[in-house]
């Protein structure tokens, strides 16, 4: 399954309609781009769906930009 940037970014614009996405850069962090929680936990519920994996609750920190996203997920999704 292929993992990128421009396909976490579409999973990202599905959970959160108030981000610019034309100024989000890969390494920003989605809280300080103006994610709240529930956006967060929206776009996780879909990267689980998507990637059909479940992320424990300590991982949740750790997913706060694209980047970190596609290199979490390069790691666990085969």
């Known amino acids: ?5 421009d396909k976490i970014l579409e999973l990202i614009q599905n959970s959160c309609l108030t981000i610019d996405f ?6 920003d962090s989605l809280i300080k781009a103006g994610f709240d929680s529930m956006d967060k936990a ?7 769906e998507k990637y ?6 300590v991982d949740f920190d750790k997913l706060d930009s694209i980047n970190s996203i596609v290199i979490y997920l390069k790691e666990r999704v085969v």
């Open 1 to 5: 399954m292929i993992i990128s940037d």
């Open 22 to 27: 034309n100024k989000l850069k890969p390494d």
């Open 42 to 48: 929206s776009l996780i519920l879909e990267i689980e």
């Open 52 to 57: 059909n994996l479940t992320i424990p609750d």
